[in-house]
């Protein structure tokens, strides 16, 4: 079945990115994100519009968004709208729509981006490096 909740959006973070770590171990990364949009009313005058996302991220992508991005930084966002609710210590019941990211990228529009691969397992014949460690490799040894 085709994915229907998906959303690309481009802004600007908000905050740097907030890696956290779950009970089991696992990365999460969190941070904001301010969607801009102008457009001309119908008195011919500019009218702007900011909105403001919490974005999410998991795994290998948390820590790269942790180690990549900045505040201000203008990046792309691929995702998932996700809707939470809970009940606050006062009993007040609460929700919020935040995005769950699946891929993150530069806007180029305004920059330019170096890409560095971070290489993990052992596919490349024993090539790696510590965790974190940028492994230079030759073309060949590229797998794709």
């Known amino acids: 079945m085709a994915r229907v909740n998906n959303l690309t959006i481009v802004g600007n973070l908000t905050r740097d990115p907030e890696l956290r770590f779950t009970p089991a171990g696992n990365p999460v990364a ?32 948390a ?13 792309i966002v691929s995702g998932r709208l996700n809707w939470r609710s809970w009940e606050n210590s006062d009993g007040t019941k609460r929700s919020k729509v ?26 490349l014949g024993g090539k790696i490096g510590p965790v974190g460690e940028n492994v230079n490799l030759a073309d060949e040894d590229i797998p794709f």
């Open 30 to 61: 969190s941070f904001g994100i301010a969607v801009n949009r102008s457009w001309q009313n119908s008195s011919g005058e500019w009218v702007e519009e900011t909105n403001f996302f919490d974005v999410t991220t998991w795994s290998s992508l």
């Open 98 to 123: 935040d995005i769950v990211a699946d891929a993150i990228g530069p806007s180029l529009e305004f920059a330019t981006a170096k890409i560095t691969k971070n290489v993990k397992g052992e596919a």
């Open 63 to 75: 820590e790269n968004c942790a180690e990549s991005l900045s505040k201000g930084d203008r990046v």
